[in-house]
């Protein structure tokens, strides 16, 4: 590892960091004069970058050499995350659709029915809804989460839905093949520990304002707990113009691809804000290298409870499936369908 301390370090702030350095394992030596670039040999651990950071005398890890996290690609292999019948990662490309909320029984079995037989091999809908007033529509949440349990026996489709609360861990977890985790819980530690015990895949939404760095600094608090399954989902963050709603950023989901070995999906709904430029930018982000979708779908827009601008109807969620199927394609990477007797169900 190599450390770039402060200038002119206070004595017992270098005698802090090269103590902390015998103790985790490591021998330190200097590289110049004025100690301000520190060499440390030995073998690092994932949590060792973090308890540099924090040290005051520590101003930068200019490489963190075998000092490696758990979702740095470090020339790891694809995690390829399986959830029901969909696949991400390592060439593999899944679709999640869906309403924003789960609302009624009957539009929900109808939507998983469309979604199904337009390429979606999961469902999404919140039964918790995290809102940004407290007077907006917040789910209809335990009554939602039977309905998903419910789509689930019915359809075959695996169910992707938001917890919210760690207290809700459990609940959700036994109707939920993958828990989202939210833009604005994104960086709510004791929830992503409980996921992360909990087991099962967690979908990870960047928020609105967090750097690349602090979603990665998120899926590692999932990792640590033991759980692999972590999905990255780039859902567009704040920008200085209101035409659309957020800016996906394209160039994070480049970049994460390269950075870490975790699947990346895009969530065009959300960056968009409106309808007519889901598609477009579902395209940008197969093509950025995204290993999958998640869209927000409604047969009827105009009776949606939450963030109905944004709802395609399932006629252009089919067009955005062969769009993924033909962009991935390019780079040698296939879409996974739903299964013909999951269809037929
Ligand atoms: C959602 O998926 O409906 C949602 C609330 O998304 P986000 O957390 O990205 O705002
Ligand atoms: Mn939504």
Not at 220 to 231: H, K, S, T, W
């Amino acid at each position: 590892m190599l450390l770039r301390l402060r200038k002119a370090l206070p004595p017992e702030q270098l005698q802090a960091v090269l103590e902390l350095a015998r103790e985790l394992g490591y021998r330190p030596s200097f590289l110049d004069e004025r100690k301000e670039l520190l060499r440390l040999e030995g073998l690092g651990r994932p949590e060792h970058r973090s308890r540099f950071e924090d040290l005051v005398g520590v101003s930068a890890i200019l490489d963190a050499g075998t000092a490696t996290e758990l979702h740095e690609r470090a020339g790891r292999p694809d995690t390829v995350v399986t959830v029901g019948e969909a696949r991400f990662g390592g060439g593999s490309v899944s679709l999640i659709a869906g309403p924003c909320a789960v609302e009624s029984w009957p539009r929900l079995l109808e939507t998983a029915r469309e979604v199904q037989r337009h390429g979606a091999t999961l469902l999404r809908g919140g039964a918790w809804k995290p809102r940004s007033s407290p007077y907006s529509f917040q789910g209809m949440k335990q009554e939602g989460l039977e309905l998903l349990a419910r789509v689930r026996a019915e359809t075959g489709i695996g169910i992707v839905t938001e917890v919210l609360d760690p207290r809700d861990v459990e609940a959700v977890g036994a109707v939920a093949d993958m828990f989202q985790i939210g833009a604005r819980s994104m960086q709510n530690a004791p929830l992503l520990v409980e996921v992360g015990k909990y087991g099962k895949p967690v979908l990870l939404k960047r928020a609105f304002s967090a750097t690349i760095r602090e979603l990665c600094l998120a899926a590692e608090f999932v990792l640590a707990q033991g759980n692999r399954d972590v999905i990255l989902c780039e859902r567009g963050v704040r920008g200085f113009d209101p035409t659309t709603r957020n800016l996906l950023d394209v160039g994070a989901v480049a970049h994460l691809k390269r950075a870490t070995h975790l699947p990346v999906i895009v969530d065009p709904s959300h960056a968009a804000g409106r309808s007519d430029l889901v598609r477009p930018l579902a395209r940008a982000g197969i093509a950025a290298g995204a290993d999958g979708l998640i869209v927000e779908v409604h047969p009827d827009p105009s009776e949606v409870h939450s963030d109905g601008s944004q709802a395609v109807t399932p006629e252009t969620f089919g067009q955005i499936a062969a769009d993924t199927r033909a962009i991935a394609a390019l780079d040698s990477r296939r879409l996974i369908e739903p299964s013909l007797s999951s269809i037929e169900r």
